[in-house]
């Protein structure tokens, strides 16, 4: 028996994938890059942006002629195209999908083809008995071993409800997952050759909050550093509400987790910003940010920026290309704003900028920050910095520095998983090159 499985989205969509095969493998299936061969099928969808939507309508209608060819075959959709809510609708439209499965959960799927013998992989003695947190268990059979960095969600949904965010509506409220299942999972990831642990929530920085005394990131972070064998700590998705100065002192003080922070903008127009419900100031921040670059020298900072927003005028659109060019920062993630059926903008606000426009000021944005960058990578001519290499790329081997910068080296050596000191030789506004130091691993 096979499985294949079809990932679109973000980091919290790939770990989910990654637990959907290691339990299907537990039960005896094997993985197949050919779909045609599969007895079973997995779509993970993504619905933040509506060409993500597009293209799972596109793939899921594609996968009809397969069922009607083979009757047996078993189609699970799975994420937020499906959602945590009803989707009645979706079976109507789609009456051969077998199985229909919410964000982060397999239990459906699983329940199906276990006949009801296992329901659910949250039930905690359910996981004890059939996934156990096996270190043998935690990814599909193809990943062990193989895998440098790997994604532990931590925060399952959303409370804060941004009003251009479909993500509170389809993967439900706010979900902290114990400590105890976060740290096991981490040792088993270690244990299976993992280096790097990136750790995901829609909101990461409220990790605990929903939990009467329950540890926060910080806490979680110190648990996480102190596993044998993980080199490297990262999180994501941070906001500027939540990120506060014990996150801050966590970061500057515990050598594994890495000097670079997911902290999203959105806009630079505080009335703009009060439309999208974020809650801060384009002065609280740039404090923030401020803050950050006294206490945490050399930290790099990636934001999110939406443009196009409903009433965003162009003075309004040009305070945010101002906070851009004056903070400087070392990734700007671009969008252009889209409706998203059932949000609060959708329903409340007009679409008012034409897509002409948006794209005009995405362009702007775009062009802007290339500059930026480049800037940011050339202070790095010349420098020493440790790189964790993940994988060969045209002859080339790939890592990343502390700070998330791309770099590649040309080495006749196995690179995968280890940390080595590089000099860096070129740089340019995406990647940098670099020359291979000394073969022998950098100490933490």
């Not at 937020?80 to 079976?91: A, D, I, N, Q, S």
């Not at 005028?313 to 101002?322: A, G, L, N, V």
């Not at 008012?352 to 202070?379: P, T, W, Y």
Request: proline share 6%; hydrophobic share 40%.
């Amino acid at each position: 028996m096979k499985y294949h499985i079809w990932t679109e989205g973000c980091q919290m969509n790939v770990a989910d994938s990654q637990r959907v095969g290691s339990a299907l493998e537990h039960l005896g299936y094997s993985h197949t890059e050919q779909i045609e061969a599969a007895d079973v099928i997995v779509m993970n969808t993504c619905v933040v942006r509506q060409s993500a939507e597009d293209k799972a309508y596109g793939r899921l209608s594609s996968l009809k002629p397969l069922k009607q060819k083979n009757p047996k075959l078993i189609i699970n959709l799975m994420g937020c195209l499906v959602g945590v809510r009803g989707y009645e609708k979706l079976k109507a439209t789609f009456p051969y999908v077998d199985v229909f499965s919410p964000p982060s959960d397999p239990g459906p799927l699983i329940s199906l083809l276990t006949q009801g013998e296992i329901r659910s992989l949250e039930d905690a003695e359910t996981t004890r008995r059939f996934i156990a947190m096996d270190e043998e268990l935690i990814l599909p059979a193809a990943e062990r071993g193989n895998l440098v960095s790997a994604h532990v969600p931590i925060v399952y949904g959303c409370s804060h409800a941004c009003t251009f965010c479909i993500i509170p509506y389809k993967r439900g409220i706010e979900r902290s997952r114990p400590v105890g299942d976060i740290v096991s999972e981490v040792r088993a990831l270690a244990a299976q050759g993992v280096v790097e642990i990136t750790l995901l929530g829609q909101i990461v920085d409220r990790y605990g909050k929903d939990i009467p005394d329950g540890p926060n990131l910080a806490a979680l972070l110190k648990l996480v550093s102190a596993v044998d064998g993980i080199q490297r700590v990262r999180f994501l998705t941070s906001h500027p509400n939540y990120f506060g100065e014990e996150l801050i002192q966590a970061i500057a003080s515990l050598p594994k987790v890495m000097p670079h922070i997911e902290l999203p903008i959105q806009a630079g127009d505080d009335t703009v910003l009060k439309n999208m419900h974020r809650g801060y100031t384009q002065q609280d921040y740039r404090d923030i940010v401020a803050k950050i670059r006294a206490e945490i020298p050399g930290c790099s900072i990636a934001t999110d920026i939406i443009v196009g927003f409903p009433g965003e005028t162009e003075e309004q659109f040009m305070q945010t290309y101002q906070v851009l060019a004056d903070l400087k920062l070392d990734v700007a993630h671009l969008a252009r704003y889209s409706l998203r059926e059932g949000t609060v903008a959708t329903r409340r606000m007009q679409d008012d900028v034409s897509e002409e426009e948006k794209m005009r000021r995405f362009r702007l944005l775009e062009d802007l920050q290339e500059g930026i960058v480049a800037e940011i990578n050339a202070r790095s001519m010349g420098q020493t910095l440790p790189v964790l290499f993940e994988d060969k790329v045209k002859g080339r081997w790939r890592g990343r520095t502390p700070t998330n910068k791309l770099v590649f080296v040309e080495s006749d050596e196995n690179l995968k998983g280890r940390v080595l000191p590089v000099q860096i030789t070129w740089s340019g506004p995406w990647s940098m090159q670099a020359n291979l130091l000394n073969p022998v691993p950098i100490s933490l």
